[in-house]
Protein backbone atom coordinates (compact mmCIF):
# COMPACT_ATOMS: atom_id res chain seq x y z
CA UNK A 1 0.00 0.00 0.00
CA UNK A 2 0.58 3.69 -0.17
CA UNK A 3 3.59 4.97 1.87
CA UNK A 4 3.48 8.26 4.07
CA UNK A 5 6.41 9.73 5.94
CA UNK A 6 6.17 13.20 7.67
CA UNK A 7 8.95 15.09 8.87
CA UNK A 8 10.22 16.31 11.34
CA UNK A 9 8.56 14.15 13.60
CA UNK A 10 9.03 16.96 16.54
CA UNK A 11 9.31 20.44 16.38
CA UNK A 12 9.62 23.05 18.77
CA UNK A 13 9.38 26.67 18.36
CA UNK A 14 9.24 30.22 19.87
CA UNK A 15 6.28 32.32 19.17
CA UNK A 16 6.27 34.36 16.29
CA UNK A 17 8.57 31.48 13.91
CA UNK A 18 7.70 30.52 11.02
CA UNK A 19 8.30 26.42 10.23
CA UNK A 20 7.94 24.07 7.43
CA UNK A 21 6.11 20.47 7.80
CA UNK A 22 6.58 18.05 4.57
CA UNK A 23 4.60 15.25 3.90
CA UNK A 24 6.43 12.41 1.21
CA UNK A 25 4.12 9.80 -0.36
CA UNK A 26 4.91 6.81 -2.54
CA UNK A 27 2.10 6.52 -5.39
CA UNK A 28 0.08 9.04 -6.98
CA UNK A 29 -3.05 10.30 -4.74
CA UNK A 30 -6.94 11.42 -5.25
CA UNK A 31 -6.96 13.33 -2.07
CA UNK A 32 -4.32 14.31 0.01
CA UNK A 33 -5.78 16.28 3.45
CA UNK A 34 -4.15 18.12 6.39
CA UNK A 35 -5.24 18.10 9.97
CA UNK A 36 -4.51 19.72 13.17
CA UNK A 37 -5.00 17.44 16.46
CA UNK A 38 -5.98 19.21 19.18
CA UNK A 39 -4.96 18.01 23.24
CA UNK A 40 -8.12 16.67 22.91
CA UNK A 41 -8.04 14.59 20.06
CA UNK A 42 -10.45 16.39 17.72
CA UNK A 43 -9.10 16.28 13.83
CA UNK A 44 -9.47 20.08 12.09
CA UNK A 45 -9.32 20.49 8.85
CA UNK A 46 -6.73 22.45 7.80
CA UNK A 47 -6.35 22.09 3.64
CA UNK A 48 -7.91 19.56 1.65
CA UNK A 49 -5.08 20.23 -1.64
CA UNK A 50 -4.16 17.22 -3.90
CA UNK A 51 -2.28 19.33 -5.54
CA UNK A 52 -1.65 22.74 -6.22
CA UNK A 53 -1.74 25.65 -3.60
CA UNK A 54 -3.52 27.20 -0.97
CA UNK A 55 -3.72 29.73 1.71
CA UNK A 56 -5.59 30.41 4.94
CA UNK A 57 -4.43 33.07 6.88
CA UNK A 58 -1.18 32.10 8.35
CA UNK A 59 -1.39 28.41 7.24
CA UNK A 60 -0.55 27.70 3.51
CA UNK A 61 -0.09 24.62 1.71
CA UNK A 62 1.13 23.52 -1.36
CA UNK A 63 1.40 20.22 -3.31
CA UNK A 64 3.27 19.27 -5.87
CA UNK A 65 1.74 15.72 -7.04
CA UNK A 66 4.36 15.03 -9.92
CA UNK A 67 7.37 14.80 -7.60
CA UNK A 68 4.74 13.19 -4.59
CA UNK A 69 5.23 15.73 -1.70
CA UNK A 70 3.29 18.66 0.37
CA UNK A 71 4.62 21.35 2.88
CA UNK A 72 2.36 23.01 5.36
CA UNK A 73 3.81 26.26 5.98
CA UNK A 74 2.98 27.90 9.00
CA UNK A 75 4.06 31.74 9.80
CA UNK A 76 4.22 33.98 13.04
CA UNK A 77 3.14 30.42 15.04
CA UNK A 78 0.90 31.06 18.55
CA UNK A 79 1.12 29.10 21.09
CA UNK A 80 -2.54 27.83 19.89
CA UNK A 81 -0.62 26.19 16.98
CA UNK A 82 0.39 23.53 19.49
CA UNK A 83 -0.33 20.10 18.74
CA UNK A 84 0.21 17.23 16.46
CA UNK A 85 0.04 17.79 12.60
CA UNK A 86 -1.65 14.98 10.32
CA UNK A 87 -0.92 14.16 6.57
CA UNK A 88 -3.67 12.06 5.22
CA UNK A 89 -3.51 10.37 1.40
CA UNK A 90 -6.42 8.18 -0.46
CA UNK A 91 -5.23 6.69 -3.99
CA UNK A 92 -6.31 4.68 -6.66
CA UNK A 93 -9.72 3.35 -6.45
CA UNK A 94 -10.03 3.50 -2.36
CA UNK A 95 -11.34 6.65 -0.88
CA UNK A 96 -9.74 5.31 2.72
CA UNK A 97 -7.41 8.19 4.08
CA UNK A 98 -3.72 6.69 5.47
CA UNK A 99 -2.32 8.71 7.78
CA UNK A 100 1.32 9.58 8.53
CA UNK A 101 3.04 9.36 11.52
CA UNK A 102 2.13 13.03 12.36
CA UNK A 103 4.85 16.13 13.04
CA UNK A 104 4.20 17.23 16.95
CA UNK A 105 4.31 20.69 17.28
CA UNK A 106 5.41 22.94 20.57
CA UNK A 107 5.10 26.72 20.16
CA UNK A 108 6.55 28.08 23.55
CA UNK A 109 5.66 31.58 24.60
CA UNK B 1 -24.62 23.16 10.29
CA UNK B 2 -23.76 20.94 13.07
CA UNK B 3 -20.44 18.41 12.21
CA UNK B 4 -19.95 14.96 13.07
CA UNK B 5 -21.14 13.98 16.48
CA UNK B 6 -20.08 10.64 18.28
CA UNK B 7 -21.78 8.90 21.27
CA UNK B 8 -20.39 8.12 23.98
CA UNK B 9 -17.24 10.09 24.24
CA UNK B 10 -15.77 7.93 26.59
CA UNK B 11 -16.27 4.10 27.75
CA UNK B 12 -14.58 2.27 30.15
CA UNK B 13 -15.36 -1.64 30.09
CA UNK B 14 -13.76 -4.73 31.01
CA UNK B 15 -12.34 -7.44 28.76
CA UNK B 16 -14.92 -9.97 27.71
CA UNK B 17 -17.87 -6.89 27.39
CA UNK B 18 -19.59 -6.09 23.88
CA UNK B 19 -19.61 -1.82 23.34
CA UNK B 20 -21.01 -0.37 21.19
CA UNK B 21 -20.47 3.22 19.64
CA UNK B 22 -22.85 5.66 17.37
CA UNK B 23 -21.76 8.42 14.80
CA UNK B 24 -24.15 10.80 13.19
CA UNK B 25 -22.30 12.40 10.14
CA UNK B 26 -23.03 16.09 8.71
CA UNK B 27 -26.29 16.06 6.99
CA UNK B 28 -26.52 15.03 3.58
CA UNK B 29 -22.53 13.24 3.50
CA UNK B 30 -23.79 9.81 2.21
CA UNK B 31 -19.76 8.36 3.19
CA UNK B 32 -19.08 7.48 6.40
CA UNK B 33 -15.78 6.30 7.60
CA UNK B 34 -14.72 4.63 10.55
CA UNK B 35 -11.18 5.07 11.69
CA UNK B 36 -8.94 3.93 14.97
CA UNK B 37 -5.82 6.03 16.48
CA UNK B 38 -3.77 4.26 19.18
CA UNK B 39 -1.28 6.52 21.30
CA UNK B 40 1.36 7.94 19.32
CA UNK B 41 0.09 6.88 16.16
CA UNK B 42 -1.82 7.91 13.21
CA UNK B 43 -5.66 7.18 12.31
CA UNK B 44 -5.90 3.72 10.43
CA UNK B 45 -8.95 3.23 8.63
CA UNK B 46 -11.36 0.21 9.72
CA UNK B 47 -14.14 0.24 7.10
CA UNK B 48 -16.60 3.01 4.71
CA UNK B 49 -20.08 3.17 4.05
CA UNK B 50 -21.48 4.96 0.82
CA UNK B 51 -25.38 5.38 1.82
CA UNK B 52 -25.68 1.93 3.28
CA UNK B 53 -23.65 -0.46 1.92
CA UNK B 54 -20.45 -1.54 3.32
CA UNK B 55 -18.39 -0.78 0.64
CA UNK B 56 -14.55 -1.49 2.33
CA UNK B 57 -13.14 -3.18 5.01
CA UNK B 58 -9.86 -3.35 6.68
CA UNK B 59 -7.74 -6.47 7.94
CA UNK B 60 -8.03 -4.58 10.82
CA UNK B 61 -11.63 -5.38 11.08
CA UNK B 62 -11.55 -8.52 12.83
CA UNK B 63 -14.65 -10.98 13.24
CA UNK B 64 -15.08 -9.09 16.72
CA UNK B 65 -15.56 -5.91 14.94
CA UNK B 66 -19.00 -5.20 13.20
CA UNK B 67 -20.49 -2.36 12.02
CA UNK B 68 -23.76 -1.32 10.34
CA UNK B 69 -25.31 2.09 8.58
CA UNK B 70 -28.96 0.45 8.28
CA UNK B 71 -30.67 4.03 6.95
CA UNK B 72 -27.94 5.22 5.03
CA UNK B 73 -27.85 8.06 7.93
CA UNK B 74 -25.76 7.11 11.31
CA UNK B 75 -24.06 4.29 11.94
CA UNK B 76 -23.16 1.99 15.00
CA UNK B 77 -19.63 -0.04 15.43
CA UNK B 78 -19.82 -3.07 17.93
CA UNK B 79 -16.62 -4.51 19.39
CA UNK B 80 -17.36 -8.00 20.82
CA UNK B 81 -15.55 -9.67 23.76
CA UNK B 82 -13.34 -6.81 23.92
CA UNK B 83 -9.90 -7.22 24.48
CA UNK B 84 -7.12 -5.06 26.22
CA UNK B 85 -5.66 -4.11 22.88
CA UNK B 86 -8.79 -2.90 21.22
CA UNK B 87 -8.06 0.32 23.97
CA UNK B 88 -8.15 3.38 21.40
CA UNK B 89 -10.05 6.54 20.12
CA UNK B 90 -12.31 5.63 17.34
CA UNK B 91 -13.27 7.86 15.33
CA UNK B 92 -15.64 8.82 12.49
CA UNK B 93 -16.01 10.70 9.65
CA UNK B 94 -18.07 11.33 6.97
CA UNK B 95 -17.94 13.37 3.07
CA UNK B 96 -20.06 13.80 -0.07
CA UNK B 97 -19.41 11.72 -2.62
CA UNK B 98 -18.50 14.18 -5.53
CA UNK B 99 -16.65 13.81 -8.30
CA UNK B 100 -12.91 14.69 -7.96
CA UNK B 101 -13.72 15.95 -4.23
CA UNK B 102 -14.23 13.64 -1.09
CA UNK B 103 -13.21 15.51 1.89
CA UNK B 104 -13.41 13.69 5.06
CA UNK B 105 -14.80 15.18 7.81
CA UNK B 106 -13.73 14.14 11.78
CA UNK B 107 -16.11 13.73 14.96
CA UNK B 108 -14.57 13.63 17.95
CA UNK B 109 -14.05 10.55 18.61
CA UNK B 110 -14.92 7.67 21.34
CA UNK B 111 -11.86 6.85 23.80
CA UNK B 112 -12.25 2.96 24.76
CA UNK B 113 -10.22 1.88 27.32
CA UNK B 114 -9.96 -2.01 28.34
CA UNK B 115 -9.33 -2.95 31.56
Known amino acids: GIQVEQSPPDLILQEGANSTLRCNFS?????LQWFHQNPWGQLINLFY???GTKQNGRLSATTVATERYSLLYISSSQTTDSGVYFC???????????FGKGTKLTVNP | DTGVSQDPRHKITKRGQNVTFRCDPI?????LYWYRQTLGQGPEFLTY????????KSRLLSDRFSAERPKGSFSTLEIQRTEQGDSAMYLC?????????????FGPGTRLTVL
Open chain 2, 93 to 105: ASSVAGYSYNEQF
Open chain 1, 27 to 31: DSVNN
Open chain 1, 49 to 51: IPS
Open chain 1, 88 to 98: AVATGGSEKLV
Open chain 2, 27 to 31: SEHNR
Open chain 2, 49 to 56: FQNEAQLE
